[in-house]
């Protein structure tokens, strides 16, 4: 098994072109080519973590977060950045990150947070824009099937919780193919008209390559007649943060109280607590205080991330509850969703999780 053979059936789920632009998700230290014997799952990659790596076999780490944010000017130990690298490069240990791009997917980060709160009717919190495509075609009325079939297997045709969406006109085709031809119908060197079906669809713009292979694949045209617009549309399936409700409202003192059990955080830093009861809940995994103007849009009850600073905790002016779990403790889970996707899909293959706590926080 080579690292890009794994590597890749985690861009499925999380392509690194959705990660954030200050990110540097992806392969950081080794080689696509190289073959893989264990995997270590882990949060964050720490010297503690190498050895662990080490100590087990393991020449290939997955992390959530990158130990290379910044641009390296030289490697002589002084850090623990470049003592980590040295490390890796010394051990032969390849090091792969899966950061904003896993935190922006539907089924990501925040997902697995809000399964772990008892949370249902999930949404993405903050839908990114200007990632959808429209593709239009023309074919044969007797090809449509075969050619809608082949664009939504490559990822077309999902709008929110539905798959399989289309839009069908019938009308009339014209062309004229020169003496160069092979025409599917008509004959060469004369006007045909055909009656064709024309197919529109959304798709994900990174999903635009495979999605005109799998178009050009099915479809009977020598030449196959297409267009692809630019959509201002919400994409709800990818953005930041995620919104769910408890299935039965209940008290917030109880509820925070279940985020501290779940979490095992050591203490919760929240604003001074409205007495109503909740029921529609955000969250946002690591630092998510960019999120609490849209919690506070979406009429959250309660919004739970990390790293909230003091003078942001005022923002909540009493319309609901912010609280602070951790910025370790809020993205812990990362480590067995990627755990959960590559044993689903290498069930015999050697796939660890990583018992090195790296929190850099303790509680007195």
Same mark, same amino acid.
């Given at each position: 098994?080579?690292?890009?053979?794994?590597?890749?059936?985690?861009?499925?789920?999380?392509?690194?072109?959705?990660?954030?632009?200050?990110?540097?998700?992806?392969?950081?230290?080794?080689?696509?080519?190289?073959?893989?014997?264990?995997?270590?799952?882990?949060?964050?990659?720490?010297?503690?973590?190498?050895?662990?790596?080490?100590?087990?076999?393991?020449?290939?780490?997955?992390?959530?977060?990158?130990?290379? @944010?910044?641009?390296?000017?030289?490697?002589?130990?002084?850090?623990?950045?470049?003592?980590?690298?040295?490390?890796?490069?010394?051990?032969?240990?390849?090091?792969?990150?899966?950061?904003?791009?896993?935190?922006?997917?539907?089924?990501?980060?925040?997902?697995?947070?809000?399964?772990? *709160?008892?949370?249902?009717?999930?949404?993405?919190?903050?839908?990114?824009?200007?990632?959808?495509?429209?593709? %239009?075609?023309?074919?044969?009325?007797? *090809?449509?099937?075969?050619?809608?079939?082949?664009?939504? /297997?490559?990822? /077309?045709?999902?709008?929110?919780?539905?798959?399989?969406?289309?839009?069908?006109?019938?009308? #009339?085709?014209? *062309?004229?193919?020169?003496?160069? #031809?092979?025409? *599917?119908?008509?004959?060469?060197?004369?006007?045909?008209?055909?009656?064709?079906?024309?197919?529109? #669809?959304?798709?994900?713009?990174?999903?635009?390559?495979?999605?005109?292979?799998?178009?050009?694949?099915?479809?009977?045209?020598?030449?196959?007649?297409?267009?692809?617009?630019?959509?201002?549309?919400?994409?709800?399936?990818?953005?930041?943060?995620?919104?769910?409700?408890?299935?039965?409202?209940?008290?917030?003192?109880?509820?925070?109280?279940?985020?501290?059990?779940?979490?095992?955080?050591?203490?919760?830093?929240?604003?001074?607590?409205?007495?109503?009861?909740?029921?529609?809940?955000?969250?946002?995994?690591?630092?998510?205080?960019?999120?609490?103007?849209?919690?506070?849009?979406?009429?959250? +009850?309660?919004?739970?991330?990390? +790293?909230?600073?003091?003078?942001?905790? @005022?923002? /909540?002016?009493?319309?609901?509850?912010?609280?602070?779990?951790?910025?370790?403790?809020?993205?812990?889970?990362?480590?067995?969703?990627?755990?959960?996707?590559?044993?689903?899909? @290498?069930?015999?293959?050697?796939?660890?999780?990583?018992? %090195?706590? #790296?929190?850099? %926080?303790?509680?007195?």
């Amino acid at each position: 098994m080579k690292i890009k053979d794994i590597t890749s059936e985690l861009e499925k789920i999380a392509p690194l072109s959705l990660q954030e632009s200050y990110d540097n998700a992806g392969l950081i230290v080794g080689n696509g080519d190289m073959e893989v014997s264990k995997i270590l799952i882990s949060l964050d990659v720490t010297e503690q973590v190498i050895e662990e790596a080490k100590s087990k076999g393991c020449n290939l780490i997955i992390s959530h977060h990158p130990v290379i @944010f910044k641009g390296l000017k030289k490697i002589t130990g002084g850090n623990y950045v470049e003592r980590i690298i040295i490390a890796s490069i010394k051990n032969d240990i390849a090091l792969y990150a899966i950061h904003t791009n896993l935190d922006n997917v539907d089924q990501g980060v925040n997902s697995i947070l809000c399964d772990k *709160f008892g949370l249902v009717n999930k949404r993405i919190l903050s839908p990114k824009r200007e990632l959808l495509k429209k593709l %239009v075609t023309f074919c044969p009325v007797d *090809f449509a099937n075969k050619v809608r079939e082949a664009v939504f /297997a490559a990822g /077309a045709g999902k709008i929110g919780n539905y798959d399989n969406c289309s839009y069908n006109v019938a009308g #009339t085709g014209s *062309f004229r193919g020169s003496e160069e #031809t092979n025409p *599917f119908v008509g004959e060469k060197g004369k006007l045909h008209f055909e009656e064709e079906i024309r197919i529109e #669809t959304v798709f994900p713009v990174y999903k635009e390559r495979e999605i005109i292979t799998s178009l050009l694949n099915a479809h009977p045209y020598e030449e196959v007649a297409y267009d692809i617009y630019p959509l201002e549309n919400e994409f709800l399936l990818v953005g930041a943060g995620m919104t769910g409700e408890l299935k039965i409202e209940t008290d917030e003192v109880e509820f925070l109280n279940r985020v501290k059990k779940a979490t095992g955080v050591g203490c919760v830093r929240h604003t001074k607590l409205t007495g109503r009861k909740i029921k529609k809940i955000a969250v946002c995994g690591g630092s998510g205080s960019f999120l609490i103007g849209e919690a506070l849009r979406l009429d959250a +009850d309660i919004y739970l991330t990390g +790293d909230i600073k003091y003078h942001e905790f @005022f923002d /909540a002016e009493g319309k609901m509850v912010i609280a602070d779990i951790g910025h370790y403790e809020s993205e812990q889970f990362a480590k067995d969703l990627i755990y959960s996707v590559l044993i689903k899909k @290498f069930p015999n293959f050697a796939v660890l999780i990583s018992e %090195v706590n #790296t929190n850099v %926080v303790n509680y007195l």
